[in-house]
């Protein structure tokens, strides 16, 4: 941590880090569902100490003017940048990588130059091991209902990666002066013909406007903005909610033998999108204030006052597989366990089972003709 609060890392021209096993000096990698690193060869432990650090929330309008941003290789230790030739998505991997996580291409591209980025404050770790995550991506295999009957077996050959997600949370205190209207219900008697043609009398809904305005405050509290966008928006939804109070201050060794995607969405631009999330409630909270039996807003002008930030990372497993040519993607809340995927569709089974239910609706009116 610098004198001004910012977080530093590795400068561009340093040797990354490494994590020698003291057993047998391999390489040692995070340990998930553990505060330690583990050697694959000797299964030697190393506890990863947070000593007195905190996770700490920067200002915001300070962050644009003058934050401090470092090389992605500074992300993690032994790390090298990457991007995918396929799909663009780009990443700082610790060892060999044979293919995108994101999408199943088979080459990436090393970037030997590359812009500065922001260095992650807090991590939240893999709580979920590999073998944990493939049991749980086996039985969502199982329960798709008219899959392709290889799919189980496409997916397994390209296999789960491990990876860190880049997102950023912000926090605001937000003041809302609205105008609209509030709308009140009545009711009058209105005379109608049956059907028999008599003539009947009914109540009536109608509503009185009256015009309304007011300022109303909302504070919120890590609002989650996902950085990536190398994943569709509804699989990155269907990851939430994440135990953000788990959070521990960002450590190079918890990225050991994982990928981390560097974010695509800057700072900037994810309080623009956390604006969106937060619209929701300050429009609910305005029709609370409005009152009546009806609501309609007309304007709102949002003020935020105190705005803060991190930047984080949040783990998830992922497996990216292509099947005629389309490329489709399972994700696992490494910290959950919850699963949420993309998957294909067999017009050979969705064929067969409309011949099947055309074939016993016509059994079913054959039946009922010969019983008459």
Request: glycine share 8%.
């Amino acid at each position: 941590m610098s004198d001004d609060g910012w977080t530093s890392a590795t400068a561009p021209h340093e040797q990354p880090r490494t994590f020698p096993c003291d057993g047998c000096g391999a390489s040692l990698t995070f340990k998930p569902g553990t505060d330690a690193l583990e050697c694959p060869h000797c299964g030697h432990r190393q506890v990863i100490a947070s000593g007195e650090r905190v996770i700490e929330e920067y200002d915001f309008r300070d962050a644009l003017r003058r934050a401090r941003t470092s090389a992605p290789a500074a992300l993690a230790s032994g790390g090298k940048s990457v991007r995918c030739e396929g799909c663009g998505a780009e990443t700082v991997i610790t060892g060999q990588s044979a293919h995108c996580a994101f999408c199943g291409a088979p080459v990436v591209l090393v970037q030997e130059r590359d812009a500065a980025i922001f260095v992650p404050d807090s991590v939240l770790p893999f709580k979920i091991d590999a073998r944990a995550a493939k049991e749980r991506f086996d039985a969502w295999v199982r329960s798709r209902w008219f899959a392709p009957g290889d799919l189980s077996k496409r997916a397994r050959a390209q296999g789960l990666d491990g990876v860190y997600l880049p997102y950023w949370t912000y926090d605001s205190r937000t003041s809302t002066r609205y105008s609209g209207q509030r709308g009140e219900h009545y009711y009058v008697s209105e005379s109608y013909k049956d059907a028999e043609g008599k003539t009947q009398t009914r109540q009536v809904q109608r509503t009185r406007w009256y015009p309304a305005s007011g300022v109303v405050s909302v504070d919120f509290d890590d609002v989650l903005v996902c950085a990536s966008e190398s994943l569709p928006l509804k699989l990155i939804e269907a990851l939430e909610p994440w135990d953000l109070r788990e959070l521990r201050p960002y450590d190079p060794g918890f990225l050991s033998g994982f990928v981390t995607e560097r974010y695509k969405l800057g700072l900037e631009a994810g309080f623009r999108r956390a604006e969106e999330r937060m619209s929701p409630q300050i429009e609910a909270t305005i029709r609370r204030d409005i009152g009546g039996d009806e609501q309609r807003i007309s304007g709102m002008v949002v003020h935020h006052e105190g705005v803060t930030f991190k930047h984080c990372l949040l783990p998830l497993w992922i497996t990216s597989f292509r099947y005629h040519e389309k490329i489709f993607r399972v994700t696992v809340n490494a910290r959950t366990g919850g699963i949420a995927g993309e998957r294909p569709y067999s017009a050979v089974k969705i064929a067969s089972l409309v011949i099947l239910l055309i074939a016993v609706v016509v059994g079913i009116v054959f039946l009922t003709r010969g019983s008459r």
